[in-house]
């Protein structure tokens, strides 16, 4: 099979040897070697048509740093550099700046650092749900720029779960395989808190005289920041007052950038990734290119994060370790070891934290879920859970290739025997508190009301695709079975088993998102028969979700009070086994 899996090519209902075969073919691929823990010999950068390995980039860059200190070194020796580095202070003698770090400051930096680890370690453990970076929507493989893996297998049907590698918990938290759903609690608790951390630094920040420490107000900073870089390239430290008194230009901007440049550009890419808000608002993705190009711009904003943490921790050490880290701890400007032992306590803390947190959660999984849905499922709700999807694409629009997931095929002999009649025997169960529960063919289905759209859809992986999706309004289907008034949230149960094949695979929508323009029982895909891959014979959309709730290969439809009544009472499949949130809007 080719790199791309075309949707529209599957028209016809295969027999029932084929479906088998498929389906052996699947069980055969098995779990062993397809998931490769992450090493840097598998990390690739395309360039053009090829790609090259990431350690060609590390090697070019290691010569490019050694040609640029051997440029520096020549041009501070020449009577030109000299000359400019005699102009252009790399530290200011005015205006007159605040010495010393306030309380406010080393607090929230002590904070922010925690913060960030964990952020980190979790969005590595995210990222590795779909280890590859797009500047496109269709995330077709083989066009991606940054891959953490191998090319995507062209002898068989290759899913997005199949894609995922494994992380070390040194690395990733939790660490592990496919455990996307534990590491997004992580990452977007803490990032509650990095960014609550970040409104009270800004209101400290401009109330306080230690704005004129770090704003850049007179364009001399420019020149003046080269003249730092020079400096520094040449191997040199430049002379003048200590960080204690004053920042260099370079520094100056440097932590500006980092404060009010990287840090807001790391929460607006985030929000970018949002089904809710892209689907509401195509003008916001746009911001930045398009969604993916907001999450790879994401991803290099960690990574600016963490160069910057690097270069910073490499020049406190160099230019005087004790009483920087005395400035830094105790806002002092003294040269004992007392800021020494506080910043061993604190990174000691932190890596006793990340070890807890590990643990916590493969041994309390359910409660970090339960406080997740409390605080970021609750700030979801706030946030998107009144803004309808309504944008729509071009046929030109749609994606070339569109990534399958879950299983290949359920394993079911209802399912298979359907299958073998194409469908002709199907009858959609829609029941529970209802006023009128039917059973309904898919002949019936296709004979009511007809709505065609074409929208972006949104995995939890990361990855996205752009498809015409036709078929039954939900609406009309609730103005058949008249819901009673007691009736909030509506299960959906397929003919799949769930990812590990502990029962069958089903998922809740409230009636609020079901009565959104945009949720349809879908049976067609790119103005053909829903292709098996992607859910025949009937699947849902509900624009404003995650990809995982839109459940394929439906069977029965039941209308509940509330889905905390079905199953172990998280809302899904997906949230039960894998600990997702009952609502993933972003």
Not at 122 to 148: I, N
Not at 477 to 495: H, N
Request: hydrophobic share 45%; aromatic share 12%; proline share 5%.
């Amino acid at each position: 099979m080719a790199d791309e899996v075309d949707p529209r090519a599957d028209s016809s209902a295969p027999s029932e040897a084929e479906l088998q075969d498929e389906f052996l073919q699947e069980k055969l691929l098995g779990e062993e070697g397809a998931h490769p823990r992450m090493r840097l010999t598998r990390v690739h950068i395309r360039l053009g048509h090829r790609f090259f390995s990431v350690w060609w980039l590390l090697a070019i860059a290691t010569a490019l740093g050694i040609v640029l200190v051997v440029a520096a070194k020549l041009y501070a020796a020449s009577s030109a550099g000299r000359g400019f580095l005699a102009r252009h202070a790399c530290i200011p003698l005015s205006p007159p700046v605040p010495a010393g770090m306030p309380a406010f400051v080393r607090w929230t930096h002590l904070l922010t650092f925690f913060f960030l680890v964990i952020i980190v370690r979790s969005g590595l453990q995210v990222l590795a749900d779909h280890p590859r970076l797009y500047t496109k929507v269709h995330c077709t493989p083989g066009r991606e720029w940054l891959r953490f893996r191998g090319p995507v297998p062209t002898d068989r049907v290759w899913t997005a779960k199949q894609d995922t590698i494994t992380l070390s918990p040194l690395v990733g938290l939790p660490g592990g395989r496919h455990t996307i759903g534990v590491a997004r609690h992580w990452h977007f608790n803490f990032d509650i808190l990095f960014i609550a951390t970040g409104i009270v630094y800004t209101a400290f920040f401009f109330s306080t005289p230690w704005l004129h420490r770090l704003v850049p107000t007179h364009a001399s900073i420019v020149p003046g920041a080269a003249s730092c870089a020079v400096t520094y390239l040449s191997l040199h430290f430049p002379s003048g007052a200590s960080g204690y008194f004053r920042y260099d230009a370079l520094q100056q901007l440097t932590y500006f950038a980092v404060i009010f440049i990287l840090a807001p550009l790391a929460i607006l890419t985030g929000l970018a990734m949002s089904p809710a808000l892209d689907n509401r608002y195509r003008w916001y993705s746009r911001l930045f290119g398009n969604r993916q190009i907001a999450r790879s711009i994401h991803f290099l904003v960690m990574v600016s994060f963490v160069v910057f943490f690097l270069g910073h921790m490499a020049l406190v050490a160099l230019t005087g370790f004790a009483a920087n880290l005395n400035d830094i701890t105790l806002g002092t400007d003294q040269h004992n070891l007392n800021g020494f032992a506080l910043w061993l306590l604190a990174i000691a803390l932190v890596i006793a934290f990340n070890v807890w947190a590990v643990r916590f959660s493969w041994t309390h999984t359910r409660v970090l879920q339960r406080i997740s849905n409390l605080t970021v499922g609750r700030l979801m709700d706030l946030l998107f859970d009144h803004s309808a999807p309504r944008v729509e694409y071009r046929r030109s629009d749609i994606s070339p290739h569109f990534w399958p997931n879950h299983n290949l095929l359920p394993d079911s002999p209802e399912w298979r025997a359907l299958a073998g009649d194409d469908f002709r025997g199907y009858r959609l169960k829609v029941h529970g508190l209802v006023e009128n529960p039917v059973e309904l063919s898919l002949e019936q289905i296709q004979a009511m009301r007809k709505q065609t759209q074409i929208t972006m859809h949104n995995c939890i992986q990361g990855w996205s695709g752009i498809a015409e999706w036709g078929g039954l309004p939900f609406t009309a289907l609730i103005e058949l079975v008249r819901p009673l008034p007691e009736a909030e949230w509506v299960m959906f149960y397929s003919f799949a088993a769930g990812g590990e094949g502990a029962g069958r695979y089903y998922d809740s929508h409230s009636i609020h998102d079901l009565r959104h323009p945009q949720s349809l029982l879908a049976y067609e895909m790119n103005d053909e028969r829903l292709p098996i891959l992607h859910g025949r014979p009937l699947r849902l959309r509900v624009e404003n979700q995650l990809g995982f709730k839109h459940v394929k290969w439906i069977s029965e439809i039941e209308f509940v009070h509330h889905f905390r009544e079905r199953y172990a009472g998280q809302g899904g499949y997906q949230e039960d086994h894998e600990f997702f949130g009952y609502r993933d809007e972003i």
